[in-house]
C-alpha cells in the first residue's frame, strides 16, 4: 500500500485545483481582525491571495 505521505498514493485529492486558468494552492486565510473569520483560502503561483469581486479571498472549497 504505502504511506498516506505520498503524492503519488493521494489519487484524485491530490489533482491541482485552477482559477481563471491559474493553479492555485490552498493557504489557511486569518481575517478575524477584519471580521472575516479563518478558513482555508486560494493563492496563486505568485503568492497572492485569489480574490473575490468583492474583494474577499476566495475560499478553497468554492474553487
Known sequence: MGSKNNPKNRGAVA???LFDGKKV??????GSNVGHGRYIAAQDDGGK???????????????
Open 25 to 30: 494552492k490552498p493557504v489557511l486565510y486569518v
Open 15 to 17: 489533482v491541482e485545483k
Open 49 to 63: 491571495l485569489v480574490n473575490d469581486h468583492a474583494g474577499r479571498p476566495v475560499a478553497w472549497r468554492d474553487i
